[in-house]
């Protein structure tokens, strides 16, 4: 059966219509599913009702499976299954709170960032708690041109260790065990996506040096490009609605979760995560071609 696909915003993202998540979709329909992720880079499921173990099942058919740290904010039973939630029970935590308030992608941190996120919405406040979504092709094809000669060949330094206090203030500090675990890593700038071979801008709140560049020029830059990226004109708001499940890709994308009243609602997310790659260095700028959105 083919799927419909509805367009999100003017460059990117789409509503698929006609796929049953909690079923076992056959090799065809996940193809398709797999192309209009690479073309659409976030991709809506709404109204979806699935256990975490069908969560898990969907998301193992797009690729292996990574599991988050810390543990302790993994669903009980389901390792790959990470909890965002301002949820406590017993007086504990039963997820992350706070997650991914500021734009980021997922594990730009880490020496093998995450392709690709699946974030599904189980309970939500009455209003705010949106996810804003920006589209990294589309800000690297639009960076004045001078700005993209500064950046090409680059690597920016991500650094957990550096700013993990100063996004999560109410969580621990990192141990030294996670310290070693977590060490600072280069990544270029100018990105290429493995599988579309487009160029996206790849930069986030973790970044702070860039190499061959004196810090404050660096930081500049960064900082610049950090707004640049999440533009307006780049960026989908999606307002969730309870069933909503969410796939977007890390390598084209960036995200920022924005607050709710977390003194009085509650809010619920479960997210699945996909085992990303070494991000490769893009040895020439190549934009996503113009195409049809619907
Ligand atoms: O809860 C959200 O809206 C997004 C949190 C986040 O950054 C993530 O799940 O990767
Ligand atoms: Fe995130």
Same mark, same amino acid.
């Given at each position: 059966?083919?799927?419909?696909?509805?367009? &999100? *915003?003017?460059? #990117?993202?789409?509503?698929?219509?006609?796929?049953?998540?909690?079923?076992?979709?056959?090799?065809?329909?996940?193809?398709? +599913?797999?192309?209009?992720? &690479?073309?659409?880079?976030?991709? &809506? #499921?709404?109204?979806?009702?699935?256990?975490?173990?069908? *969560?898990?099942?969907?998301?193992?058919?797009?690729?292996?499976?990574?599991?988050?740290?810390?543990?302790?904010?993994?669903?009980?039973?389901?390792? @790959?299954? /990470?909890?965002?939630? $301002?949820?406590?029970?017993?007086?504990?935590?039963?997820? /992350?709170?706070?997650?991914?308030?500021?734009?980021?992608?997922?594990? @730009?941190?880490?020496?093998?960032? $995450?392709?690709?996120?699946?974030?599904?919405?189980?309970?939500?406040?009455?209003?705010?708690?949106?996810?804003?979504?920006?589209?990294?092709?589309?800000?690297?094809?639009?960076?004045?041109?001078?700005?993209?000669?500064?950046?090409?060949?680059?690597?920016?330094?991500?650094?957990?260790?550096? #700013?993990? !206090?100063?996004?999560?203030? %109410?969580?621990?500090?990192?141990?030294?065990? !996670?310290?070693?675990?977590?060490?600072?890593?280069?990544?270029?700038?100018?990105? %290429?996506?493995?599988?579309?071979?487009?160029?996206?801008?790849? +930069?986030?709140?973790?970044?702070?040096?860039?190499?061959?560049?004196?810090? $404050?020029?660096?930081?500049?830059? +960064?900082?610049?490009?950090?707004?640049?990226?999440?533009?307006?004109? #780049?960026?989908?708001? %999606?307002?969730?609605?309870?069933?909503?499940?969410?796939?977007?890709? $890390?390598?084209?994308? !960036?995200?920022?979760?924005?607050?709710?009243?977390?003194?009085?609602?509650?809010?619920?997310? *479960?997210?699945?995560?996909?085992?990303?790659?070494?991000?490769?260095?893009?040895?020439?700028?190549?934009?996503?071609?113009? /195409?049809?959105?619907?």
């Amino acid at each position: 059966m083919a799927l419909r696909f509805r367009p &999100l *915003h003017a460059s #990117f993202g789409a509503e698929v219509i006609g796929a049953d998540l909690a079923s076992d979709l056959d090799a065809a329909m996940i193809a398709q +599913i797999e192309a209009a992720w &690479l073309r659409y880079s976030i991709l &809506l #499921f709404r109204d979806v009702a699935m256990t975490p173990a069908q *969560h898990v099942a969907f998301t193992r058919r797009l690729g292996p499976l990574h599991v988050m740290e810390p543990l302790e904010f993994n669903l009980p039973g389901f390792p @790959e299954v /990470m909890v965002a939630s $301002n949820i406590e029970k017993d007086a504990k935590p039963i997820g /992350m709170k706070r997650a991914g308030w500021g734009w980021h992608s997922d594990g @730009e941190d880490k020496v093998l960032p $995450n392709a690709g996120s699946f974030l599904y919405a189980l309970e939500l406040p009455p209003t705010d708690g949106d996810t804003l979504y920006a589209d990294t092709y589309a800000a690297f094809a639009a960076l004045p041109d001078d700005v993209r000669a500064r950046i090409m060949g680059r690597r920016a330094c991500f650094s957990r260790q550096r #700013f993990h !206090q100063v996004y999560y203030p %109410h969580l621990p500090p990192l141990t030294e065990e !996670q310290k070693k675990a977590r060490p600072d890593v280069w990544q270029p700038i100018a990105r %290429h996506h493995p599988k579309s071979g487009w160029t996206s801008l790849y +930069i986030g709140r973790w970044a702070y040096r860039i190499e061959g560049m004196p810090d $404050n020029e660096a930081g500049e830059l +960064i900082e610049y490009l950090k707004d640049f990226a999440t533009r307006p004109e #780049f960026v989908y708001r %999606h307002r969730w609605r309870v069933g909503d499940a969410l796939l977007w890709d $890390n390598r084209c994308t !960036q995200h920022c979760a924005t607050p709710f009243d977390d003194t009085k609602y509650t809010r619920l997310m *479960h997210r699945t995560t996909l085992e990303g790659e070494k991000p490769l260095m893009a040895e020439r700028p190549v934009p996503r071609p113009q /195409m049809a959105m619907a």
